[in-house]
DNA sequence: CGTAATTAAATTGTGCACAATTTATTTTTT
DNA sequence: AAAAAATAAATTGTGCACAATTTAATTACG
């Protein structure tokens, strides 16, 4: 008896749905590289920041758990954006434990430069408009499943 | 005149594709992380070992193009794989400027054991297969546009 | 033919990501 | 109320990722 031959089919690159995911991610960060320079940001402290101009003041824990990231990734990122005068960082007066993250000035003003950076996938993301509607709802159901598994597992 | 209100929608989180695309693509390398461990890999090291599995030997350029991956990446990963015993790295022949990456038979015989790490994916996105099919054609064809941007851009 | 331009890896430096541990504070349990 | 458990940041250590530079080899050009 001769085993399948495609047994391995899982295993190509063009089979596999995490690959694309893995590289497609990078290299939009990658496209928003240069318009997050000229405004002073890294992409992750971009995403923080997007948070902070939605929701406003919150705590590294809240942040956290908008952006999938853990303390061990926050603290630098945060305290990089409280020395480039974006954030203010200071402990909860109700809990001490926790850190409160809040815009200045400055940080606030930036949203208004930051609104041209998603253009920078223009031109470079070759998908119509309902494709990317599509992809998006469907990254965010599939992130949505990984939540769930995160709250059982911690 | 006041602006319009919706001005800053552009910046909401819910309304980027950057950012699920983001996540989502940590959350599947956090869920590869246990499987791959136990079969002695890291994701980097096992998209290496995919490409291998699946066409052979090859040089370091040729991997780091089918894997997005420049040699300040790459050539440190593979100097691990050829640690763990996976790989052997050798100059190339006609051509002593590149590195011929070639499997050694641990490293064929990995793959059997790579056979179920797709798997640890089940159950956690919570997609169904139509769906999963439909977002991994997305990502392709996104893909291939930023494809065709580097080529340009170098 | 010999020099200039190109190319492939390697190196250097910065910035995440995340697991695991530590520290400080708060809450829960006896 | 005191000890134990839980929680939030911070710290430590490992491994990418990528821009920029360097080194060595090859190709193109005058």
């Known amino acids: 008896m001769s085993e399948s031959p495609d ?3 899982v295993l190509k690159l063009g089979n596999q749905l995490c690959f694309p995911l893995y590289a497609c991610a990078k290299e939009v960060v990658r496209i928003y590289r240069e318009p997050l320079e000229e405004i002073g940001l890294t992409y992750t402290q971009y995403i923080v920041m997007m948070v902070l101009w939605e929701f406003g003041t919150m705590t590294e824990k809240e942040l956290g758990g908008k952006l999938y990231l853990d303390s061990g990734t926050l603290t630098p990122v945060l305290k990089k954006l409280e020395k480039s005068g974006f954030v203010k960082r200071q402990r909860s007066e109700k809990d001490e434990r926790s850190l409160s993250i809040s815009l200045t000035n400055d940080g606030i003003n930036l949203k208004e430069k930051a609104l041209n950076v998603p253009q920078a996938l223009d031109g470079c993301i070759h998908l119509s408009y ?16 990984t939540k769930k598994r995160r709250e059982r597992n911690g």
Chains 1, 2 share one sequence.
């Open 7 to 9: 047994k391995f089919e």
């Open 130 to 145: 309902d494709e990317m509607l599509t992809l998006r709802a469907l990254l965010n159901k599939a992130l949505e499943g």
